[in-house]
């Protein structure tokens, strides 16, 4: 994992949450999550959004997350 998917996977396991139980929530399905966690596909537009709106994780979390995302795309 990289950077991103380490810390999305942090912020699943911090809240007690299977794979399934996010990916329930964000409306994908489980094998796709854990393909944005793993880098196997890329980050879709509205997962960051998403990840503030159900979690609650906050502006400087959501700031890594970008900062994370972006280095993942070069």
Not at 43 to 69: Q, R
Request: one cysteine or more; a neutral charge.
């Amino acid at each position: 994992l990289d950077g991103f998917g380490k810390l999305v996977r942090d912020i699943r396991i911090t809240r007690s949450l299977l794979l399934y139980d996010m990916a329930k929530t964000l409306g994908i399905s489980p094998a796709e999550l854990s393909s944005i966690e793993t880098g196997k596909v890329d980050i879709p537009d509205w997962f960051i959004p998403a990840l503030k709106e159900n979690y609650n994780i906050g502006d400087t979390c959501a700031h890594s997350l970008h900062v994370l995302a972006d280095q993942r795309r070069k």
